[in-house]
C-alpha cells in the first residue's frame, strides 16, 4: 500500500513539473528563427535573440489559453495537498473524490488550452512546428487524466 501511494505522489509531483515547464517555458511553437510560448516570442535577429509581445495573435484565444493553463497547474498542485491531507484525515473506506475532482480540473483545463492551441494559433503559418510545450502539455493532459481515474477509485484500505 506504501509503494501505491508512493508511486502515487510521484506520478502526481511529475505531472505538476511538466504542466509548469508547459506552461512556463518558451517552446510552444518553434522554428529556426522563432520561438514562441504563452507570454511571448523570441525573434532572432543578427544572431541575437529578441524578446517581443505576441502581436498579431488573437487576444481572447490567448488570453482563454494562458488563464486555462495557470489554472491547470493551481489544480493540479492544490490536489496533491489535498491528497496528502485526505491521507491523514480521511476515514477508512472512503474514496479520495475530492482529489480526483480537483485533477480531473486540471486535466480539462490543459486539454482546453491545448486544444484552443491548437484549433486557433499558427494554423496558416508555413514554416515552424510544435514545441516540446506544446507536447508536454498533452502528455501532462494524459498523465492528469490518468491521476483523476487513480483518485477517483482509491480507497482509504482498512488494515
Known sequence: TMLVLAGIVVLHITTIILL?????DNAWWISDTVSTDLWGRWELLNSVWHYTNLKNYPEDYLQAIQATSVLACVFAILALFVFVAQLFTLPRGQRFTFTGVL?????????IA???Y???LHISEAVGGYGHCYVLAWISFVLSFILAITYLVLRKKSE
Open 103 to 111: 485533477q480531473f480540473l486540471s486535466c480539462l483545463c490543459i486539454m
Open 114 to 116: 491545448a486544444s484552443i
Open 20 to 24: 509548469l515547464v508547459a506552461t512556463i
Open 118 to 120: 491548437t484549433a486557433e
